[in-house]
């Protein structure tokens, strides 16, 4: 067998992933169904030199990797439901300070402390709306091993190109079955690396800057230029501001920086789109099973098709739009009580074409679940 594939969790494939895109800190507190990704990466990264840190709470966590960004490090966290929300407050610091930085919530059933070790996916909405304040994020999933790699190095790419925290959104049945993986080889999968500035020392630095092509260099701070960093709004050179033309310039560059590249930033995956009457929209690992039932009716020469969404926010409203415009039905797969769907019927021409399958009690969406959905819309002379 190649020293290439291996049989591994998912949790264990998001630190193959997050070593592959050249993570060089971890700051993390255990919690379930997360766990997994702080006990590899505590023995794994002390022996290619980087550094793990067991924080005492996930507020900890945030700030300490937004300090190890600071310094030029690659860095990620990783926690489940309570801990994400702890981390909100932090992930607005690292928003308003543009601090490249991965957080990783692999999701359990909630409020609160909810159901630790079973599956939900009920953090969508709190991934774009989590932290106070108008701000744009970038969240990532997958529901096989293979793009749970692929995602984690697309989340340190995105996080270093538009200095931007990024989430990744996993959940608990994808973070802890196994099936195979394969390791790329080095370089297979291009890596963004840092964009530093080539200021030289002793001139004068503006760290927040913008070249022509939008991209912010970045000085490792404690190195040879002394700037500001602050969560209020600031200048260019990252001193506060009250000043409402800076105010305006500022809270627009953030926001158009993602929104304004949300169909450059939609990773998705589609089987049968292009002839689907009906369309099965899902992500994570309730598309599994969303997979499964369009696989059965295509083989009954039905027309079914699935469209797998890999990014999540910003919300891809012109890709649901164009792969919906010739579906008779649309059918949202997710185990919540509707957070992407509400998105979908926004996008669409037809939103009372839309309807959601789902579950929201700690058990694994199955194809059978959906097909109970298809018959019921059937009922209702859909």
Known sequence: MSNNIRFVQGNEACVEGALYAGLEFFAGYPITPSTEIAEQLSSRLPKIGGKFIQMEDEIASMCAIIGASLTGRKVMTATSGPGFS??????????????PCVIVNVQRGGPSTGIPTHVHQGDVNQARWGTHGDHAIVALTASNHQDVFAMTVEAFNIAETYRTPVVLLFDEVVGHMRERLVLPEPGEIPIVERLRTSVKPGVNYHPYLPREDGRLPMSDFGGVHRYNVTGLYHDMWGFPS?????????????????????????????????????????????????????????????????????????????????????????????????????????????????????????????????????????????
């Open 86 to 99: 702890l981390k909100q407050e932090a992930l607005g610091y690292a928003i308003m300070a543009e601090i």
């Open 242 to 382: 009250d000043e409402p033309k800076i105010i305006n310039e500022l809270l627009h560059h953030l926001m158009d920086k993602i929104e304004h590249r949300t169909n450059q930033l939609a990773r998705f995956k589609e089987f049968y789109t292009e002839d689907a009457e009906c369309l099965l929209i899902s992500y994570g690992s309730s598309a599994r099973s969303a997979r499964e039932v369009v696989e059965k009716h295509r083989q009954r020469g039905e027309r079914f098709g699935l469209l797998e969404l890999l990014t999540l926010w910003p919300f891809p409203s012109d890709l649901i739009r164009q792969k919906a415009a010739g579906a008779r039905l649309v059918v949202v797969v997710e185990m919540n009580m509707g957070q992407m769907c509400q998105s979908v019927r926004l996008a669409v021409d037809r939103p009372e074409r839309v309807f959601l399958s789902n579950r929201v009690d700690g058990v694994f969406i199955s194809p059978s679940d959906i097909e109970k959905t298809l018959h019921l819309i059937q009922g209702k002379g859909v």
